[in-house]
């Protein structure tokens, strides 16, 4: 996994966030979420992939991050 290091440091700034970010991209990747996209909306499809992981990791007990998905405003 590649990452931008100054966007990291600039917007997620603790180990903990930046573990969930990392863990949020790669459970797309186990989750086989492009592999089942097949002809489904891209754009729709992420969105429910992202309500879907952030879920399952912020039931795991890591620290949320924030500027997503599970924000207040979502839920």
């Known amino acids: 996994i590649y990452y931008n290091k100054k966007w990291v440091e600039e917007h997620l700034q603790t180990p903990a966030k ?3 970010v990392m ?3 790669v459970m ?3 989750c ?3 592999l089942r ?3 489904r909306n891209p754009i729709l499809w992420n969105i ?3 309500f879907a992981i952030n879920l399952i990791l ?3 007990g890591m620290e949320y991050p924030g500027g997503g998905l599970l ?3 979502y839920k």
């Open 58 to 60: 912020e039931d795991s």
């Open 48 to 50: 429910a992939g992202d």
């Open 71 to 73: 924000d207040a405003k």
């Open 23 to 25: 863990a949020h991209e």
């Open 28 to 30: 797309h990747v186990c």
């Open 37 to 39: 996209m097949r002809g």
């Open 18 to 20: 930046t573990m969930f």
């Open 32 to 34: 086989e979420h492009g």
